[in-house]
């Protein structure tokens, strides 16, 4: 079969993967979003579904007031004797920790915290022992990948920390990740940074300490020097071997908005990559060592996409993200309906407003829903990149007068710009956001109304990693300010 990357779509960054009775499993960063660290099943790496979260206690990881891409950095999932692992960092505090269950559709543990420094911690198991290794530097400061041994059961180190490799001459060395395969320990991590630069390199050893050796082929995978192409940014994988022998990389990476525009706003994404092992050990992956659109594979699945979200068929605890540490009680989401009330706390702070949220999947996409308000504060639809870059459109009582409007609100760098408000009749109206690669367009409809009112549009380029920084995607969220009460219902957003 031929199957499409990405193959998760929209802002999943960092993905590890494990596998463990017939299934896979996969985690992804998650920065200042609550709950943190998404969780996936699949049977054949091709089709994921969401399974819920790892962090879904507040009191598990401390998100309150952090900087946007603060918070949760990259993720590991390994299991081992029974037990499954997530080991991540908690990059505003500068914690590494991991959680633990028995029950993978379950809770998972209190943190666990290791006193190894550096980002993207990873787990090793072998007779018995753990090893514990993150980004970190050698004596003299020079970067590296840095590895203790643990007792899996306390996170106290059994050893020392040692530096066994230091990359290939790239920046930011980071994601390592042991394997054994055969005789050799391979040691797979990723370099150039997380953007257009971003590759993965390997090296191997007899010795888990090492000396580890370059693969004299490197970097295995990278997508830096493939243009005009869309999927750039290719880069922190994990390697896995599916159930028939075959192995892959599940790595980052992303899609520019168009050819010629190096911008990305959906987010650093999962792409799958074929590998092969050589005669000589060493593995190669993808189409000359990079990750295109389409791979063929010899294998019988059907890769399945849903291109359709509506109140009914997604799960408040599984699809929907808050941000930070929300306040629950300004929450009521049924089945069909979603009651938001405000709070003092505005979308242009990096604190936890009233905001629920999907991520964006694609680039062209329609989104509705039927909004009702309650009181002097505003409601309605962000198309949220951060704190200073989004587009709101909401309904609010007017400033002056009686009644109500509809507003659009664009907010670039600073800039808080009111693009259009226009009265209504009534206190509610459809709320609607069309999206294609280049704009996001808004429009309200009221009873009655047989066409949409425009009432402007935003440019997509300013809602991107290369305008804001940072390391997340747009987030499509239902969102409440100040003094009200708003109801949403009728929600669909429908993919193209
Ligand atoms: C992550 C680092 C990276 O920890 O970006 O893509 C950082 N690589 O490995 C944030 O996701």
């Known amino acids: 079969m031929i199957y499409k990357n990405p193959v998760v779509k929209g802002f999943?960054?960092?993905?590890?993967?494990?596998?463990?009775?017939?299934?896979?499993?996969?985690?992804?960063?998650?920065?200042?979003?609550?709950?943190?660290?998404?969780?996936?099943?699949?049977?054949?790496?091709?089709?994921?579904?969401?399974?819920?979260?790892?962090?879904?206690?507040?009191?598990?990881?401390?998100?309150?007031?952090?900087?946007?891409?603060?918070?949760?950095?990259a993720p590991t999932i390994r299991y081992n004797a029974g037990r499954f692992y997530m080991v991540t960092t908690n990059d505003t505090t500068r914690e590494n920790f991991y959680v633990w269950t028995d029950d993978i559709y379950g809770e998972w543990s209190d943190p666990i915290y290791v006193d190894q420094g550096?980002?993207?911690?990873?787990?090793?198991?072998?007779?018995?022992?753990?090893?514990?290794?993150?980004?970190?530097?050698?004596?003299?400061?020079?970067?590296?990948?840095?590895?203790?041994?643990?007792?899996?059961?306390?996170?106290?180190?059994?050893?020392?920390?040692?530096?066994?490799?230091?990359?290939?001459?790239?920046?930011?060395?980071?994601?390592?990740?042991?394997?054994?395969?055969?005789?050799?320990?391979?040691?797979m991590a990723a370099e150039g940074g997380t953007e257009y630069g971003h590759m993965i390199t390997c090296a191997r050893s007899r010795s888990i300490w090492g000396r580890y050796s370059r693969n004299p082929n490197?970097?295995?995978?990278?997508?830096?020097?493939?243009?005009?192409?869309?999927?750039?940014?290719?880069?922190?994988?994990?390697?896995?071997?599916?159930?028939?022998?075959?192995?892959?990389?599940?790595?980052?990476?992303?899609r520019q908005i168009h050819l010629w525009m190096p911008f990305h706003n959906l987010g650093r994404e999962v792409f799958l990559t074929p590998v092969k092992f050589g005669e000589d050990g060493w593995f190669t992956a993808g189409a000359d060592g990079t990750t295109e659109e389409t791979f063929e594979i010899d294998a019988d699945i059907v890769q399945e996409e849903k291109k359709r979200y509506t109140f009914e068929n997604t799960k408040w605890n599984v699809d929907w993200s808050y941000m930070r540490e929300p306040d629950f009680k300004k929450y009521e989401l049924l089945d069909d309906k979603a009651v938001l009330t405000g709070s003092e706390i505005t979308l242009e702070e990096a604190d936890s407003p009233t905001f629920i949220a999907l991520r964006q999947k694609e680039?062209?996409?329609?989104?509705?829903?039927?909004?009702?308000?309650?009181?002097?504060?505003?409601?309605?639809?962000?198309?949220?990149?951060?704190?200073?870059?989004?587009?709101?459109?909401?309904?609010?009582?007017?400033?002056?007068?009686?009644?109500?409007?509809?507003?659009?609100?664009?907010?670039?760098?600073?800039?808080?710009?009111?693009?259009?408000?226009?009265?209504?009749?009534?206190?509610?109206?459809k709320l609607i956001v069309k999206a294609d690669n280049f704009s996001y367009n808004f429009f309200f409809k009221e009873e009655g109304d047989v066409v949409p009112n425009s009432l402007g549009y935003g440019y997509a380029k300013y809602l991107t990693s290369e305008v804001s920084g940072?390391?997340?995607?747009?987030?499509?969220?239902?969102?409440?300010?100040?003094?009200?009460?708003?109801?949403?219902?009728?929600?669909?957003?429908e993919y193209k």
Not at 228 to 250: C, K, V
Not at 471 to 487: P, Q, R
């Open 218 to 254: 490197n970097p295995v995978l990278s997508n830096r020097n493939k243009a005009p192409y869309i999927i750039q940014g290719i880069g922190h994988g994990d390697l896995i071997q599916d159930q028939n022998g075959n192995w892959f990389i599940l790595s980052l990476g992303f």
């Open 118 to 187: 550096g980002i993207d911690p990873s787990l090793y198991f072998e007779k018995g022992r753990c090893y514990f290794m993150s980004n970190g530097e050698d004596a003299n400061g020079v970067g590296g990948v840095v590895q203790c041994e643990i007792d899996i059961a306390t996170g106290k180190k059994l050893s020392e920390s040692k530096c066994i490799w230091q990359g290939t001459g790239g920046r930011y060395l980071e994601s390592p990740h042991l394997y054994k395969i055969g005789k050799w320990y391979y040691l």
């Open 470 to 493: 940072g390391f997340t995607g747009v987030m499509l969220g239902m969102y409440a300010i100040g003094n009200v009460k708003s109801e949403f219902t009728g929600f669909d957003l």
């Open 12 to 73: 999943y960054p960092d993905p590890s993967v494990c596998f463990a009775n017939g299934k896979f499993y996969m985690v992804c960063s998650s920065f200042q979003y609550f709950p943190g660290v998404p969780l996936f099943e699949s049977v054949d790496l091709v089709n994921w579904t969401q399974i819920g979260y790892v962090l879904t206690r507040p009191d598990q990881v401390m998100l309150d007031k952090i900087n946007s891409s603060g918070g949760v950095f």
């Open 363 to 429: 680039f062209v996409f329609s989104m509705s829903a039927d909004v009702t308000v309650e009181g002097s504060g505003e409601a309605g639809f962000t198309v949220y990149m951060c704190e200073n870059e989004h587009y709101d459109i909401c309904l609010r009582k007017c400033a002056e007068g009686e009644g109500y409007e509809a507003v659009l609100k664009l907010n670039i760098g600073g800039i808080k710009h009111i693009q259009k408000a226009v009265p209504i009749k009534g206190n509610s109206a």
